[in-house]
């Protein structure tokens, strides 16, 4: 019954909007990879993962070397993708979908990661129990997320119609948008992506957001555009604006130099604290105060309660990373948020950006109330495949041309001189 027959996996493509960031902006369709395992008696789980072509390669090697063995036995599974990745060259390791922006994530956390959610899903419908309670059970019925915002242009360049969030290139503009998702969602912390315009701007813009929300906990993410001198600059003037800042400056050391000197201020890390192996010169430096776990690339839901455990022996606090993902991804998430107790922080996600009626899950399972999205309790993710939505959004995959995700190469087509280079600021 939980023996693995068969392992499918699907890229697909859905609509994006020109959110901009350090390394460019994002193109008309963002990229992901629906994994269906299914077992000897047609049970079937999920995972979802990114959907560059590098990293479908990596995980269909898996997946071809992981039939026959027991959706339980997730140390095999891990085992088995590590020796896929036998002479694998990591320096082609940025092929995941985060444009550059996480690079030293372990490869065999990404690409197992996907399998073990898959596995998961299985063993709680065949326990009837919620992926939740695999994980220990609820300690929260309702999983907070915080309002994402970003710089964004009105519409691709290339694309014929204003988005419906319109541009946001100033404060106002910002303001603007929070308010809208604010409205739709209910979010009760905002995140700006900053590292888009000089840092006295995106000061100005959180300050806004501040006067406008007043009370509302906020949180400024430049992805490591700034020197460790700009970083205390912006500590500074954010001092008791924001509840963290999130990557000010590049790398442990650079953290660790605006830790020591702007140590009022929580710094938050989804870029210098990516693997387990970062663990110790962080903590040895107190780098960072905060990490922004992500299943993703911390090799599953299991193995980001580890880091969360790691982070409770040493008092760091965790918040959630997100990038562009579907309806797989946030039950996922959603999951381990509400039975992690120390995720305590509002997670991220790039939900409100995609289309509502683009997506690879049946309708209805994910409800959001009040800033939160509430947990599934169905047995497993809870979520299941929309088949014809899939075939869509696969479809959409094979029309839009896009293998892998490449901020800053669609930035150039619009601005030649764009660099992504850091620290800029
Ligand atoms: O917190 C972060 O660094 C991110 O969310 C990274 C993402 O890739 C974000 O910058 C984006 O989608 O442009
Ligand atoms: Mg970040």
Redesign the pocket.
């Known amino acids: 019954m939980s023996i693995i027959k068969d392992i499918v996996i699907t890229p697909v493509a859905f609509h994006d909007m020109p ?1 901009l ?3 460019g902006v ?1 193109e008309p369709f963002a990229l992901r990879s629906i994994i269906e395992v299914i077992t000897t008696s047609t049970q079937y789980g999920l995972g979802e993962s990114y959907g560059d072509s590098a990293h479908l390669l990596r995980l269909q090697k898996a997946a071809d070397k992981l039939t026959g063995l027991s959706v339980y036995d997730t140390n095999a599974i891990y085992r088995i993708c590590v020796e896929s990745l036998a002479g694998d060259d990591a320096s082609t390791s940025g092929g995941d979908g ?2 550059g ?2 690079t030293t994530a372990s490869v065999a956390d990404k690409v197992f990661s996907p399998f073990e959610v898959a596995c998961l899903d299985i063993q709680g419908k065949l326990a009837g129990v919620p992926v939740s309670e695999l994980l220990g059970g609820r300690v929260r019925d309702s999983v907070q997320y915080s309002a ?1 915002l ?1 710089y964004k242009w009105a519409k691709h360049p290339d694309q014929p119609e204003d988005d419906e969030y319109g541009e946001a290139l100033d404060p106002a503009g910002i303001v603007k948008q929070a308010r809208k998702i604010i409205d739709e969602y209910g979010f009760k912390a905002i ?1 700006l ?1 900053g590292g888009v315009f000089p840092p006295a701007q995106e000061v100005e813009a959180v300050k806004a957001l501040h006067a406008t929300f007043p009370g509302v906990p906020l949180r400024l ?1 430049p ?1 490591a555009t700034w020197t460790v001198e700009t970083s205390k600059w912006v500590a500074n003037e954010l001092q008791g604006i924001v509840e963290y800042l ?2 000010p400056a590049p790398e442990i050391e650079g953290m660790a130099a605006v830790a020591k000197e702007a140590s009022q201020m929580p710094l938050a890390t ?2 210098a604290v990516v693997a387990f192996s970062h663990l110790p010169p962080s903590i040895a430096q107190n780098a960072v105060q905060v990490i ?1 776990s992500d299943h993703h690339f911390w090799g599953g839901l299991r193995k980001s309660q580890t880091l969360a455990a790691i982070c409770a022996i040493w008092g760091i606090r965790l918040s959630m ?4 993902h579907l309806g797989i991804s946030l039950a996922a998430m959603t999951h381990l948020a509400s039975a992690t107790p120390n995720l305590d922080y509002a997670c ?1 996600t ?1 939900w409100p950006w995609k289309r509502s009626d683009e997506d690879v899950v049946v309708d209805g399972a994910l409800k959001w109330v009040d800033g939160g999205v509430v947990v599934p309790t169905a047995p497993g993710l809870g979520v299941e495949l929309d088949r014809k939505k899939l075939e869509r959004l696969h479809r959409q995959y094979l029309d839009c041309g896009i293998t892998k995700r490449d ?1 800053t190469t669609y930035m150039r087509k619009f601005r030649p001189e764009f660099s992504p280079h850091i620290p800029r600021w």
Request: charged letters at 25%; proline letters at 0%.
């Open positions: 959110l960031n350090s390394v994002h985060m444009a922006m996480v994402y970003f995140k992506k993410d992805n999130e990557d989804n870029m922004l990373h997100s990038n562009s991220d790039h901020d």
